[in-house]
């Protein structure tokens, strides 16, 4: 399990000890993995699968918790989110390769006592399950075997995933909400609010909405993540952090303690709880801090992905594809359409490249413009050199503007524009 605390911007992702395993501020990592390539991420997971469990027989490969595998097929899921790697969180990897094995057992007929299936199914997820666990398990372990048990027992193939596939119906879904619900790139949608694509999405797949695709949990806490390890190396790598928080937090205790009898002005202070309480009111006086938190509980990969787009679109977040790379990306103006990444192959950002790119093409289908932008730099390259004052530039600029005007209304030829722009403009503006 995590608990999910909407930002200003985007989410923090954290245990319930308190652990911030991730934060997001741009939803870039959603937006990646609905971009991304599952091809290495299915083959590490196939590989894996295979060195565990013999496909004919279904009888354990190997021995042990050790496997290589295991660490890249962690290292291709984090690839594709930062919080697939790691099973602690969110259980995903163990549910899917348990859920590839339900399906190969159904589909072959391959009859297993509970003790074999539970014995077998261990066997096949030691090596993730050991891999990367932050702090202990959140979940515990019988509840995810326990489950999917039940749904080999009963033979039943509506509640299996599809293994591996599961991530790919998963990005599916994933650009559905977002071309439908928060997509501003969206043309056909463009004069609809939130709110109304929420309830077009709704009408036109004949689900409950968003909102209610998955059950959130909301929770309330007084309380912010009280660390930030966002990895086991930094928790390892930071002790003395460690100890200055548990003496913090011991000595706000023993505060807390004594308040706990304040109730009303009518109670004394001795010198230091009256010091100690003036000080923290000037803190809270000038911090900006968020007071109040929300959270929500979610139990798995695709728990957190829906819950994340139900985030954004109740906070009406405007999301455009770049013009250039096509990816997904927060536009704080509608009227940004390029994105400030760096795109493969590319030496300079969307928003520095694309633009001109935009407009060399518009150029090479528009002969009028083509000449004009040509002239223009001529003749501003001669006001820059100082053989042309800017008051001369200014009319020439304008009067050039209404002439391409001319031209793309059909009220003169393209060849008598271009000839116009060639005069001299000192005789062009002394008639």
């Given at each position: 399990m995590l608990l999910i605390r909407p930002r200003e911007t985007g989410y923090s992702a954290g245990t319930p000890y308190g652990d911030v395993v991730l934060q997001s501020g741009d939803h870039q990592e959603l937006f990646d993995f609905v971009e991304a390539d599952l091809t290495l991420f299915q083959q590490s997971f196939t590989s894996f699968f295979e060195s565990r469990i013999d496909k004919a027989s279904a009888e354990c490969?190997?021995?042990?918790?050790?496997?290589?595998?295991?660490?890249?097929?962690?290292?291709?899921?984090?690839?594709?989110?930062?919080?697939?790697?790691?099973?602690?969180?969110?259980?995903?990897?163990?549910?899917?390769?348990?859920?590839?094995?339900?399906?190969?057992?159904?589909?072959?007929?391959?009859?297993?006592?509970?003790?074999?299936?539970?014995?077998?199914?261990?066997?096949?997820?030691?090596?993730?399950?050991?891999?990367?666990?932050?702090?202990?398990?959140?979940?515990?372990?019988?509840?995810?075997?326990?489950?999917?048990?039940?749904?080999?027992?009963?033979r039943d193939t509506k509640a299996l995933m599809g293994g591996h596939v599961h991530m790919v119906r998963l990005q599916k879904q994933l650009r559905l909400w977002l071309y439908w619900i928060l997509d501003a790139s969206a043309a056909r949608f463009s004069k609809l609010t939130i709110d109304?694509?929420?309830?077009?999405?709704?009408?036109?797949?004949?689900?409950?909405?968003?909102?209610?695709?998955?059950?959130?949990?909301?929770?309330?806490?007084?309380?912010?993540?009280?660390?930030?390890?966002?990895s086991v190396d930094a928790l390892v790598q930071r002790p003395e952090e460690i100890l200055e928080w548990q003496e913090g937090t011991g000595e706000r205790k023993d505060y807390a303690i004594a308040f706990r009898e304040l109730d009303g002005d009518a109670v004394e202070l001795n010198g230091e709880l009256d010091r100690y309480l003036k000080g923290e009111i000037d803190k809270a006086k000038q911090s900006d801090e968020v007071a109040l938190f929300n959270e929500y509980e979610v139990n798995d990969f695709a728990h957190l992905v829906a819950l994340e787009v139900r985030l954004m679109a109740g906070e009406s977040t405007s999301v455009k594809r770049c013009r250039h790379c096509s990816r997904y990306f927060l536009a704080e103006k509608t009227t940004i359409e390029y994105c400030t990444r760096i795109a493969p192959g590319e030496s300079a950002p969307c928003d520095v490249i694309g633009p001109k790119q935009s407009f060399s093409r518009l150029l090479e289908g528009d002969g009028a413009l083509k000449a004009y932008n040509s002239a223009y730099k001529t003749f501003y390259a001669r006001q820059r050199r100082g053989t042309m004052s800017e008051a001369e530039f200014s009319s020439w600029r304008d009067e050039a503007k209404r002439r391409l005007q001319d031209v793309r209304e059909g009220k003169i030829a393209l060849e008598e524009y271009t000839t116009w722009l060639k005069q001299d403009v000192r005789k062009w503006t002394a008639n």
């Amino acid at each position: 399990m995590l608990l999910i605390r909407p930002r200003e911007t985007g989410y923090s992702a954290g245990t319930p000890y308190g652990d911030v395993v991730l934060q997001s501020g741009d939803h870039q990592e959603l937006f990646d993995f609905v971009e991304a390539d599952l091809t290495l991420f299915q083959q590490s997971f196939t590989s894996f699968f295979e060195s565990r469990i013999d496909k004919a027989s279904a009888e354990c490969i190997g021995a042990g918790i050790q496997s290589v595998l295991a660490r890249e097929l962690c290292d291709r899921a984090r690839e594709v989110h930062p919080l697939l790697g790691n099973d602690s969180y969110l259980d995903s990897l163990s549910t899917m390769l348990i859920d590839y094995l339900n399906a190969m057992l159904i589909h072959r007929s391959i009859d297993f006592t509970e003790e074999q299936y539970l014995k077998t199914a261990i066997h096949l997820t030691d090596p993730i399950f050991h891999c990367g666990i932050a702090r202990g398990r959140i979940k515990p372990r019988h509840e995810l075997l326990e489950a999917q048990y039940r749904i080999y027992e009963k033979r039943d193939t509506k509640a299996l995933m599809g293994g591996h596939v599961h991530m790919v119906r998963l990005q599916k879904q994933l650009r559905l909400w977002l071309y439908w619900i928060l997509d501003a790139s969206a043309a056909r949608f463009s004069k609809l609010t939130i709110d109304e694509r929420c309830r077009l999405y709704r009408q036109v797949f004949n689900t409950s909405g968003i909102s209610s695709d998955l059950i959130f949990t909301e929770r309330f806490s007084w309380s912010k993540p009280r660390r930030e390890i966002l990895s086991v190396d930094a928790l390892v790598q930071r002790p003395e952090e460690i100890l200055e928080w548990q003496e913090g937090t011991g000595e706000r205790k023993d505060y807390a303690i004594a308040f706990r009898e304040l109730d009303g002005d009518a109670v004394e202070l001795n010198g230091e709880l009256d010091r100690y309480l003036k000080g923290e009111i000037d803190k809270a006086k000038q911090s900006d801090e968020v007071a109040l938190f929300n959270e929500y509980e979610v139990n798995d990969f695709a728990h957190l992905v829906a819950l994340e787009v139900r985030l954004m679109a109740g906070e009406s977040t405007s999301v455009k594809r770049c013009r250039h790379c096509s990816r997904y990306f927060l536009a704080e103006k509608t009227t940004i359409e390029y994105c400030t990444r760096i795109a493969p192959g590319e030496s300079a950002p969307c928003d520095v490249i694309g633009p001109k790119q935009s407009f060399s093409r518009l150029l090479e289908g528009d002969g009028a413009l083509k000449a004009y932008n040509s002239a223009y730099k001529t003749f501003y390259a001669r006001q820059r050199r100082g053989t042309m004052s800017e008051a001369e530039f200014s009319s020439w600029r304008d009067e050039a503007k209404r002439r391409l005007q001319d031209v793309r209304e059909g009220k003169i030829a393209l060849e008598e524009y271009t000839t116009w722009l060639k005069q001299d403009v000192r005789k062009w503006t002394a008639n």
